[in-house]
């Protein structure tokens, strides 16, 4: 018996220890996994902890005292914000962002808990950094990560020293792309906000990569890319740039971004290849020989196949910087060395003097022909014609208005140009000095009244007083159109943007109607959601406005303007540069320009008539706002008002806005 | 007998083998997350109109039926519903609360639930910036019918105090938080558990909340160290809920400026920074030897933005014992200290004191 049980015996004890080995092997191994994933992650969190603990004594405490409290739409913190030291004897560089509010003070505190007040020393206005100083020595200095270790996916440790606590606040995440922002910064997706913008940006292994900053590839400023904080979407400047430019940031130099001075002919951007449209008065791209028409071959030695690749290589440049730019003008190759600017001077728009006659639907265009001449302009020392017909400028022939618009706007104030014109079959040169934009509407403009057409069309849109809603939009507006409207006429658009809580619209229908009758225009008064006024993100409605009156009525590009008075003329300005294809003028009534213009553009005219009251306390603002424009080269006409107060403009000065209106299309 | 001893020997062998992990020194995330999903649960009650969400999160700490959750609009109902992770649904009532800790206990109607719950005194555990963390709630109502809670990870971003003196946040909590470096408090995530991924127990998550100071919303959780304590209290009934500290800003301003000898400039400016104009001869900021054009940057160590903010501060120091100031004197800091009145002299609002209380102490 004992010899039968001891085989089964042996055979339960082979598949028990089979068995055995077998759920050993396999909860070890389960078990080795977990073990492994718990020694990875833990290993992760202490790098995490050590790499910041080896940087967090360069990381310093950044405190503003006074300062606007909004700039722009931003409303500026007053939360505590970060820097990073770049050098030992006291150089701390941020994010320009956190001193945006322009403050009085500005305070830094050490990692020690050390506390100094610290100058502003110079800002990179193209990477939109700011470098400090304190009065201190023996700083410590973080490692650099260089260049050539950045890898798409290394993590990214984001600090800061926003919170009152003695260790820097972490956000954790990965370097999401190298070179954006047309070249200038690298991209994480840890969360950067003003909890640590100015702190630096931090590799596993405790070097810094770089310094976080608001940035968007879309707009430049000072508050450009803040809405996109803590998306996931952040950015910072590679630290071995900043020590690049730091000298001389330290000498208080503050550093631009580098222009050469030319636009390039509008086309697909990624497809067309970089054809030189114009060339700036005076920028390093004229002074190099640069001409119109030239196709940029290539730029520092990389070549430019596609008009995006210009961008991505004037990117990153600076003012001061030289570049070399080989060009392709007809047959030949031209290489020239540029060395850029920060600033270009702007454009002044030339005035030759001479009132275009309106043409009438389908009627063929054959050059321009003078309906009047302004008085003491270039036009009519050179002894030009009411009734001449212009058909060449210099070399150039001129087919229809635009293309005289195009070819003036290429001249320079001073300019002499040779203007052929037809007189009654015989041709005749004349010789015109080109001027400055006079500042005064002249006493005198005559016009000519549009009469009805006869017979009567069938289709006539509505004329007169009307009150409408906007399809798609929440608003309404009323509308006044002349009753004798005749669409073989093109007319101009006045758009009437009412001060807050009263929309003036009884006494504009009543002040302009016979304006608007005598001098072809459309005026819509749009109403404003809030009686209590406008808000900027109406700007939309606006667009659509005009663009249903283009497609209802014949309105003529050349004279679409805004009319404002007191605080409706916020919005009105900014209108007419949001929307700068649209708008070719602003008649402001009693306020001042609050906010930056854009620069003057050739292709695209933008004027201004402002009136004031000398009694008014916005007056001298207004003066202000003169000089402003003036400097930018803006044609600007100031009138005042003897006498009067903060009111609306008087009938006088209606009939000067119309009169300047009336001359908006003119050479 | 032999085979008996084998197989026992095995079969021991086994059990400990398999019992391994739970003694492991760390749990991976996936054991934590199944771990925690057990223990939280999604809260459903009042709310639904005027983008008021009508749930939140929560987390079991007893297994007999209680549930921590965070205080808000949710809870104002007669008919409040907690659906547990497997899917049960049951009412539940608010068995006490303490608003300035953001914290409400709900016990569930029900006997013998026999719960999964968090051991709030073994459980629990304190961290620091760059700790690896795991966030658990029901944020945006994801989880819909008997789903689990979502999971999101990130690390702990910074451990401080919510609020400074100026009141920078709107929030009843009040003191250290956890700052979390993930979009933890979302709609309905209130209520839910920040853990490590090894499982240990940090913090509820909080409400939505913006600070005003830098203008951005904050992810925080208040830390179980500050919840512990009361969620034990009330659900042993013993819990007291705290008084509410006089209001700060209805009280009369019980100094000026002017009764230190400090005029300062026009504050004509929405912050206009806080120049001195003039020091009064002989008055206590003369003795301290403050001067014209000083910029007042530092009262008793907090930071003053503009005359607004210091004219607050002085309103709300006490009489007796000593005022300092830091001041800003072109490049230097320099610090000044002098005596705070005891008896301080409240004018009637708009009459101006010319004479300061000189030698009053």
């Keep these: ?667 | 007998m032999m085979g008996t001893r084998v197989i026992s020997t095995v079969l021991t062998l086994l059990a400990a083998v398999v019992a391994w992990p739970s003694v492991a020194v760390g749990q991976s995330v996936y054991s934590t997350i199944q771990r925690v999903q057990q223990r939280t649960v999604k809260v459903f009650g009042a709310g639904g109109i005027k983008r008021l969400h009508s749930y939140s999160t929560g987390f079991v700490v007893s297994s007999a039926g209680h549930v921590a959750t965070v205080w808000s609009h949710v809870l104002d109902t007669e008919e409040l519903i907690v659906v547990l992770a497997d899917g049960r649904k049951i009412p539940a009532k608010v068995l006490g609360a303490e608003p300035q800790l953001d914290l409400a206990v709900l016990e569930l109607k029900g006997d013998d639930l026999e719960l999964s719950a968090w051991d709030l005194e073994a459980d629990s555990s304190d961290a620091g910036p760059g700790t690896r963390v795991l966030g658990f709630s029901n944020m945006f109502r994801v989880a819909t019918g008997d789903e689990m809670v979502s999971v999101m990870h990130g690390v702990v971003a910074a451990k401080a105090p919510l609020t400074t003196r100026s009141g920078a946040f709107e929030t009843s909590y009040e003191g250290t938080a956890y700052i979390v470096d993930a979009v933890t408090n979302n709609p309905g995530a209130g209520g839910g558990v920040l853990t490590t991924r090894g499982g240990r127990l940090l913090g509820m998550i909080g409400k939505e909340l913006r600070n005003a100071a830098s203008n951005t919303w904050v992810n925080y959780a208040v830390p179980m160290s500050e919840l512990k304590l009361p969620i034990q209290q009330i659900i042993a009934g013993k819990y007291r809920a705290r008084q509410r500290g006089p209001d700060e800003t209805d009280a009369v301003a019980r100094f000026r400026p002017l009764e230190f000898g400090i005029v300062l400039v026009p504050d004509v400016l929405f912050r206009t920074p806080a120049f001195i104009d003039r020091v009064q001869p002989g008055s206590a900021a003369a003795t301290a030897g403050l001067q014209p054009d000083d910029l007042v940057l530092f009262v008793n160590g907090d930071l003053v933005q503009s005359c607004r903010v210091l004219k607050q501060r002085l309103g709300r120091i006490d009489a007796g014992g000593t005022l300092k100031l830091t001041v800003r004197r072109g490049d230097k800091l320099v610090p000044v200290e002098m005596p705070v009145p005891d008896k301080p002299l409240t004018p009637a609002p708009g009459q101006a004191k010319t004479k300061p209380p000189g030698g009053s102490k």
């Design chain 1, 1 to 667: 018996m004992r010899a039968v049980r001891v085989p089964e015996w042996r055979m339960g004890r082979v598949t028990g220890w089979l068995s055995f080995c077998l759920v050993a092997a396999a909860a070890g191994s389960a078990v080795a996994q977990d073990l492994t994933v718990v020694d990875l992650e833990t290993r992760e969190e202490q790098a995490f902890k050590e790499a910041s603990a080896v940087v967090a004594p360069a990381v310093v405490r950044i405190q503003t005292v006074g300062g606007l409290d909004r700039v722009g739409r931003i409303l500026t913190g007053t939360a505590a914000t970060t820097g990073v030291v770049v050098s030992p004897d006291g150089y701390v560089i941020s994010s320009a962002f956190n001193f945006v509010s322009r403050p009085a003070s500005v305070l830094v505190t050490l990692s020690d808990g050390r506390r100094f007040p610290a100058k502003i020393v110079a800002n990179d206005r193209a990477r939109m950094l700011t470098l400090l100083k304190i009065d201190v020595v023996g700083l410590a200095v973080p490692k650099t990560a260089p260049r050539d270790g950045f890898r798409v996916g290394q993590w990214a440790i984001a600090m800061g020293r926003t919170y009152e606590s003695p260790l820097p606040n972490l956000s954790v995440g990965i370097v999401s792309a190298l070179n954006r922002i047309w070249g200038r910064a690298l991209q994480t997706d840890a969360k950067i906000s003003p909890a640590n913008y100015g702190g630096p940006l931090v590799d596993i292994q405790g070097r810094v990569i770089g310094v976080l900053v608001p940035l968007s590839q879309r707009q430049a400023g000072q508050t450009a890319g803040v809405e996109w904080y803590d998306s996931g979407i952040g950015f910072a400047i590679p630290m071995v740039d900043i020590l690049g430019t730091l000298p001389r940031l330290k000498a208080g130099e503050d550093l631009l971004p580098g222009l050469m001075g030319i636009t390039l002919k509008p086309g697909d951007v990624y497809a067309s290849a970089a054809v030189i449209d114009r060339v700036r008065f005076n920028s390093p791209a004229e002074k190099a020989g640069l001409k119109p028409g030239d196709v940029i071959v290539s730029v520092d030695g990389q070549a430019i196949k596609r008009l995006v690749q210009v961008r991505h290589a004037l990117g990153n440049k600076y003012a001061g910087e030289t570049i070399t730019v080989l060009v392709k003008r007809g047959e030949k190759s031209v290489e020239q060395k540029i060395e850029l600017t920060g600033k270009l001077e702007p454009y002044t728009p030339v005035f030759l003097g001479l009132l275009p006659v309106r043409k009438k639907l389908g009627e063929a265009s054959d050059g321009v022909t003078v309906r009047g001449i302004l008085p003491e302009s270039p036009a009519s020392k050179a002894m030009i014609r009411p009734g001449d017909r212009v058909v060449q400028l210099d070399d150039k022939a001129v087919v229809d208005l635009a293309g005289l618009f195009d070819a003036i706007s290429r001249r320079r104030v001073g300019d002499e140009v040779k203007v052929h014109v037809d007189r009654g079959g015989a041709k005749q040169m004349l010789t015109a000095r080109l001027a400055v934009v006079p500042s005064e509407v002249p006493a005198v403009l005559e016009s000519d009244v549009i009469v009805a057409p006869d017979p009567k069309p069938a289709d006539l849109p509505k004329t007169g007083r009307f009150n409408q809603d906007l399809t798609g939009h929440d608003h309404s507006f009323w509308a006044y159109v002349p009753e004798t409207y005749n669409p073989a006429h093109g007319y101009g658009l006045v758009v009437w943007i009412h001060p807050g809580s009263d929309t003036m619209e009884a006494d504009i229908h009543d002040l302009w109607k016979p304006i608007c009758d005598e001098r072809g225009l459309i005026l819509v008064g749009p109403r404003a959601k809030e009686i209590a006024g406008w808000s900027l993100n109406e700007a939309g409605f606006i667009e659509a406005l005009v663009q249903e009156m283009q497609q209802k009525y014949r309105i003529d590009s050349q004279r679409i303007v805004l009319h404002s008075y007191s605080d409706g003329c916020r919005f009105s300005f900014h209108l007419a540069f949001k929307y700068r294809s649209l708008f070719r003028g602003v008649a402001a009534s009693s306020e001042p320009l609050k906010i930056a213009p854009p620069e003057n553009r050739p292709d695209v005219r933008l004027q201004f008539f402002f009136s004031c009251g000398d009694k008014d306390n916005l007056y001298r603002l207004v003066q202000q706002t003169r000089k402003r424009l003036t400097a930018m080269k803006f044609p600007v006409v100031l009138t005042t008002v003897p006498g009067e107060g903060h009111s609306y403009p008087p009938i006088p000065v209606l009939d000067a806005i119309a009169r300047w209106i009336d001359m908006l299309d003119r050479i």
